[in-house]
Structures are given as structure tokens and as C-alpha cells.
């Protein structure tokens, strides 16, 4: 099984366990610094408060407006704190939002981050930050945006809400699924996105049945740290394409727009990919992994349709322009035609196109 390192080439330290969360100022005193401003989004703020509280001296000042996507008059607001607190660290609690905050701030001063991660959206094992100005998401990549140091505390992840659980753990899952036909994929880094797509395949029925199970719990989140580490190392194609499409520029929610199109995107690569996918079939059965992972997230009680977003029939049209013109690398040709009829598929809860 392949394990997070704490001395791998970028230097990345990787703690798991219950309750982890309590030795924060011992993490920070070990980064050497002594001024951390606290980000989480309004949400979460009494768990930032706690983060302050176990910091004490250590703790300058907590910053509660992280906000989905990353927007950029947020940041600025932020680094506005940074200079009046005089910060040396940032500590981010959240999911991929606070990280995405903390990841901007970073970019932008070099400070070192500590991230808490509370959903599997996986941004802390990247660096790539994504952003959001004028209704207009781009990304970029930096060494300086990948964090120093990722505490996993699984009783974090416990208090994710069942239908979020889901809908984050097909997100983690859809950076392993396109890692697996990645154009610059390795063997490690298949093997790593298999481990990851097992470990939720087995652990996410069992942190349904049981939400409070920590041990189910953490198992996810080692999912995540894979499923993330492979998004951050290979990269992707079709799907995340759509759903960057559809998050920053119609503004639908993230966990849930992956989960939604993640198996439209994987049937339509299916046609030319059905090889690189097969460890999909493999794990939960059937012969085409795009109509396996249908099945799973709907016996999961994933959402299906994307109008149940709020994302109008007569947005499609854009959307498809808009991840049809610029061309990326993809195992199955991108058509407008073939991306069209997906859309409408994923917009209208139907099966996908095999
Ligand atoms: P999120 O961070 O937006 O969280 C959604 C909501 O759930 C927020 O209100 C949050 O406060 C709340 N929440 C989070 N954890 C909780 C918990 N344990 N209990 C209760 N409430 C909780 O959602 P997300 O899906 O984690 O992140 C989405 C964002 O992350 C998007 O902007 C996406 O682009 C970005 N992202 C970036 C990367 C990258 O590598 N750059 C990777 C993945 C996601």
C-alpha cells in the first residue's frame, strides 16, 4: 500500500488520526513560526475559533470569509489581515474554499500552511489554485501554493452532513478515475488512484451507515490524501473540464457538479479508454466503468441531475462552448456534438451515454 510520506521530495508533512487537530501548536512551534491567522469559511468559524483557542499565544487572528471558488476581492480582504496581524502561518480549516483561501494568500506572501482538511475534495495534497475574478475562474500552479503540513483529524470529517459525504467523496473519486488515463500518468501514480478509489468503493457505504464510525472515517480520508495526491501529479482531462466549466462560470456547487457528471464523463472516455478504466469494473463490478459509477453514487444517493442545481437548458449551449473551444488533451475526441448530448444527459438525470 502506498503511504503519505512526511520527507517526500516537496517536503510535504502528512499527519493522521482522531483528535489530531489538539496538537496544532506543536505542529505550528515545529514550522518554527509564532503568528498564525486562522481562515475558515463563516460556516466553520467556531471550528476556527477552536483552532485559536488550541494555538493560544501563538494565534494573531481568525479570518472567517473563505467562500466557494476562491474569489478574488476575498483574498484581498484577507491579505489586508495578513499585514495588520503581521501573520507567519496560515492555518486553514475547512474544505477545498479555506484551503483555496489559504492557497491565494500563500501565492501571494510565500507564508508556510497548515491545513486542516473537514471535507475529500482533496486541495491540500495540490499545488494548483484556482480562482475566481469577473465571473471568470482560472488556474494556476506554484510550488509555493502546496501546503508544509496537512493534518487529517478524522472526528473533522465526522461532522461532514451525510448528503455532502457523498457528493465530496465522488469528488475525490473523479480526480482517481482521470488519473488513471492521465496523459503523463505513472505506475505509481495508478496505483495510488486505485488505492484511493477502493478505499472510498469500501469505506464510504460504511461511513453512511455509521457517520460517527472514526476508523471508516479516517479510511476515507486516506482515500482523499490519495485521491488528491494523483490530481495534484497527473493531469486531467474531460471531466474536470465540464465541471470547472460549470463551477465557474454558472456558479453550481462543487462536490456536487463532480458527482454529478463524473460518470457521464468516464462512459464517454470509456469509448476509447475502456483498458485504463478497468480497474473501475474491477472494483465494482459490471463492464463499463461509466455505467458502474452511475449505479454506485446512485445506490450512495447521489444527486443525478444537474438541473436540480439550478443550471437552466438553455445554459448547455454555453456550457458546451465554453469546454468545447480550447482544445486539452482527452482519450475520447472532443466533439461539440458528443459534449452537448452529455450535458444533456447529466442536466436531465438520464443514464449515461455509453
Ligand atoms: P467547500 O469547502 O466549499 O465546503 C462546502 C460547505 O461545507 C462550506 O460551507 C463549508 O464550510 C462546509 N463544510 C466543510 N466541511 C464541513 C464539515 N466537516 N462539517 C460541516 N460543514 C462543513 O467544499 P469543497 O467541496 O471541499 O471545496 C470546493 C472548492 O475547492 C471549490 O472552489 C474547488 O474549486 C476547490 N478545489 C480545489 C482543488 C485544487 O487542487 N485547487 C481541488 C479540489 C477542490
Known sequence: ???????????????????????????????????????????????????????????????????????????????????????????????????????????????????????????????????????????????????EVILYDSELVMSLPVPMTVTSALNAMAHAAEALYGTNRTG????????????????LPKVLTTPSDLDAREATQRGAWACGTVLGQVGMALHHKLCHTLGGSFNLPHAETHAIVLPHAIAYNARAAARELQPICDLLGGDNAGTALHDFAKQMKAPTALRDLGLQESDLDRATDLATTKPYPNPQPVTRVDIRALLQAAWAGDAPIQ
Open 1 to 147: 500500500m502506498v503511504k503519505p510520506s512526511q520527507n517526500s521530495d516537496q517536503a510535504v508533512r502528512v499527519v493522521f488520526g482522531a483528535a489530531r487537530r489538539i496538537s496544532i501548536a506543536a505542529e505550528a512551534r515545529r514550522l518554527g513560526v509564532s503568528k498564525a491567522l486562522v481562515l475558515s469559511t463563516p460556516q466553520q468559524s467556531g471550528a476556527a475559533l477552536e483552532i485559536a483557542e488550541l494555538l493560544g499565544s501563538l494565534a494573531v487572528g481568525v479570518f472567517c470569509k473563505a467562500e466557494m471558488h476562491t474569489p478574488v476581492h476575498v483574498t484581498e480582504d484577507a491579505m489586508t489581515h495578513v499585514a495588520e496581524t503581521q501573520a507567519d502561518c496560515l492555518i486553514a480549516i475547512g474544505g477545498g474554499s479555506t484551503t483555496g483561501l489559504g492557497k491565494a494568500i500563500a501565492f501571494r506572501t510565500n507564508l508556510p500552511q497548515i491545513v486542516i482538511p473537514t471535507t475529500y475534495a482533496g486541495s491540500e495534497c495540490t499545488p494548483i489554485l484556482g480562482q475566481t475574478e469577473n465571473g471568470v475562474k482560472t488556474t494556476l500552479s506554484d510550488p509555493s501554493i502546496l501546503p
Open 188 to 203: 505509481g501514480t495508478t496505483a495510488m488512484a486505485i488505492q484511493g478509489l477502493e478505499a472510498f468503493i469500501e469505506g
